[in-house]
């Protein structure tokens, strides 16, 4: 059983930079394939980016590449969403998705525990 939990969310003008951090509970954190999703009013849960237990494979969705990076760190049981270069359209709550495997999934269903999520607020 894993919990997680985000941090890091809150109001910034675009243009600007935050920093999500989702910290996990348990054993084994380095086998885990993490992920972020976003979900806006009225829109689905959709993947932003995701990274393999060892931080070989990473995955961007389009709309953000270039601008948000992802990273691990398993000494801390803890994966970090460094966002620059914020939009207006990046306005979402933001949730941490974890599971055991080394597939990187790009969908929900490739997600077994989920954290509570985190607004994020960009004004245009």
């Known amino acids: 059983q894993v919990q997680l939990v985000e941090s890091g969310g809150g109001l910034v003008q675009a243009g600007g930079s935050l920093r999500l951090s989702c910290a996990a509970s348990?054993?084994?954190?380095?086998?885990?394939?993490m992920g972020w999703f976003r979900q806006a009013p009225g829109k689905e849960r959709d993947l932003v980016a995701a990274?393999?237990?060892?931080?070989?494979?990473?995955y961007y969705a389009d709309s953000v590449k270039g601008r948000f990076t992802i990273s691990r760190d398993n000494a801390k049981n803890t994966v970090y969403l460094q966002m620059n270069s914020l939009k207006y359209e990046d306005t979402a709550v933001y949730y941490c998705?974890?599971?055991?495997?080394?597939?990187?999934?790009?969908?929900?269903?490739?997600?077994?525990?989920w954290g509570q999520g985190t607004q994020v607020t960009v004004s245009s």
């Open positions: 348990g054993r084994f954190f380095s086998d885990y394939t």
């Open positions: 998705a974890a599971d055991r495997h080394s597939v990187v999934y790009t969908t929900t269903h490739g997600y077994a525990y």
């Open positions: 990274i393999s237990g060892n931080s070989v494979i990473t």
